[in-house]
């Protein structure tokens, strides 16, 4: 079984400023991929950025970065320059398996806030 | 519309009510999911599709009940519901079953509440 946690109920940023967002995980399976998605209060789930488990560098999107610390089973996601805009819940979830459904298992969300 | 569409975006229903959650993928993926997202509870998978074929039922109780009838479309009927199914319902899509890298595209959500 795999699980994620995710362990700041809340955190807060003021405008333009890096904030780091904390994930570990737990899968005995040695291929897997990792997931950050944000959720505004309008409810629907937007991915951000992916990192896979044999990936060699740490995934990067613009704004948002991933320090993935493979031997931690960490998988932190970076937001630098913070904007209003990034006000939301963050999710971060891990599949497992090469071949099996895509079955994405998700922690309990970190609520950012930004303040200007 | 592109994306991932669902309706009604609120619905409140009776115990003893009858009703559907639509679902609408304009992204020629194949796989279609159903998540429920309850309050402080992480994100649950609840159904998933693949080419209009269930391939899982995460135990989800028989008062939910899906129907895929084509690769774009994804249906919840829902009946004789409690209280405690009360929650955000998401749908989601991707290319195919198997692992991909951009994830899946979630549509906004159903918000339900049981009274």
């Known amino acids: 079984a795999q699980k994620i946690t995710q362990t700041q109920p809340g955190m807060f940023v003021q405008e333009k400023e890096a904030v780091t967002l904390d994930c570990t995980y737990d899968?005995?399976?040695?291929?897997?991929?990792l997931f950050w998605y944000k959720q505004p209060s309008s409810g629907e789930m937007i991915f951000l950025i992916y990192?896979?488990?044999?990936?060699?560098q740490n995934a990067t999107e613009g704004r948002y970065s991933l320090n993935f610390q493979k031997a931690r089973k960490s998988a932190n996601l970076v937001i630098s320059a913070s904007q209003l805009g990034d006000s939301a819940m963050y999710f971060c979830?891990?599949?497992?398996?090469?071949?099996?459904?895509?079955?994405?298992?998700f922690g309990q969300g970190t609520i950012l806030t930004v303040h200007p | 519309e592109t994306g991932v569409t669902q309706t009604p975006r609120h619905l409140v229903m009776g115990m003893t009510n009858k009703k559907s959650l639509k679902c609408e993928q304009h992204?020629?993926?194949?796989?279609m999911y159903w998540y429920k997202q309850s309050a402080k509870k992480p994100l649950e998978l609840m159904f998933v599709?693949?080419?209009?074929?269930?391939?899982e039922n995460n135990s989800v109780p028989s008062r939910f009940s899906p129907e895929c009838p084509n690769s774009s479309h994804l249906f919840l009927h829902l009946h004789t519901l409690q209280p405690e199914d009360s929650a955000l319902y998401l749908c989601?899509?991707?290319?195919?079953?198997?692992?991909?890298?951009?994830?899946?595209?979630f549509g906004s959500g159903t918000r339900l509440t049981v009274v």
């Open positions: 989601a899509s991707s290319q195919s079953i198997l692992r991909d890298i951009y994830g899946y595209t």
């Open positions: 899968t005995s399976d040695p291929s897997y991929g």
């Open positions: 990192q896979g488990s044999y990936d060699q």
């Open positions: 979830a891990i599949t497992t398996g090469g071949t099996s459904y895509g079955k994405l298992t």
């Open positions: 992204l020629g993926h194949n796989a």
């Open positions: 599709y693949s080419l209009e074929e269930r391939v």
